[in-house]
């Protein structure tokens, strides 16, 4: 729900509050305004006083809950758009040996040897179904009674994989 955002009275509190939320500096808001008055001392006085008016104090929260909503919502679909990247590249695009691989952020690796100059590694790719899982519980979903559910009940009853003739490689 997006908060209402009035703008306080005047257009000299309205850049006031705007230029107080570019900066997070009361006075030089105030300078900004197109206030001027006499002393350094009576701007920041006047500026305190003028940030405490209903309207302006109103709306200042407002635009600032209001990117604070943004944001959330930002890392919100960001993380549900890393986690559909896990489900959705296949493990055939991922590779280990490149640096500048766009999907390196998918797999885990380990060394299978104690030095770190060994060249037998482990990859794994990050989990699709807890990527799924996680998902459905951003979503608002409950994962236990969806698909996750019904998913896992139909690979248990996929035919296990017949082994290789001996031989044959």
Do not use: W
């Given at each position: 729900?997006?908060?209402?955002?009035?703008?306080?009275?005047?257009?000299?509190?309205?850049?006031?509050?705007?230029?107080?939320?570019?900066?997070?500096?009361?006075?030089?808001?105030?300078?900004?305004?197109?206030?001027?008055?006499?002393?350094?001392?009576?701007?920041?006085?006047?500026?305190?006083?003028?940030?405490?008016?209903?309207?302006?104090?109103?709306?200042?929260?407002?635009?600032?809950?209001?990117?604070?909503?943004?944001?959330?919502?930002?890392?919100?679909?960001?993380?549900?758009?890393?986690?559909?990247?896990?489900?959705?590249?296949?493990?055939?695009?991922?590779?280990?040996?490149?640096?500048?691989?766009?999907?390196?952020?998918?797999?885990?690796?380990?060394?299978?040897?104690?030095?770190?100059?060994?060249?037998?590694?482990?990859?794994?790719?990050?989990?699709?179904?807890?990527?799924?899982?996680?998902?459905?519980?951003?979503?608002?979903?409950d994962p236990a009674t969806n698909a996750i559910e019904e998913l896992a009940t139909a690979i248990a009853a996929c035919a296990p994989?017949?082994?290789?003739?001996?031989?044959?490689?």
């Amino acid at each position: 729900m997006t908060p209402t955002i009035q703008p306080p009275l005047s257009r000299k509190h309205q850049i006031f509050a705007d230029q107080y939320l570019a900066h997070g500096d009361h006075t030089a808001a105030y300078f900004a305004a197109g206030y001027r008055p006499r002393t350094h001392e009576t701007a920041r006085v006047s500026a305190c006083r003028l940030a405490k008016r209903k309207d302006v104090a109103a709306y200042i929260r407002a635009i600032q809950k209001k990117v604070a909503m943004e944001v959330s919502v930002l890392a919100h679909l960001e993380t549900r758009q890393f986690l559909a990247r896990i489900v959705r590249v296949p493990l055939a695009k991922l590779s280990f040996e490149e640096k500048d691989d766009p999907n390196g952020d998918l797999i885990k690796s380990y060394s299978l040897n104690e030095s770190e100059s060994s060249s037998h590694y482990r990859i794994e790719k990050l989990d699709p179904l807890k990527a799924i899982e996680i998902d459905m519980k951003l979503s608002g979903a409950d994962p236990a009674t969806n698909a996750i559910e019904e998913l896992a009940t139909a690979i248990a009853a996929c035919a296990p994989a017949s082994p290789l003739p001996t031989g044959t490689l």
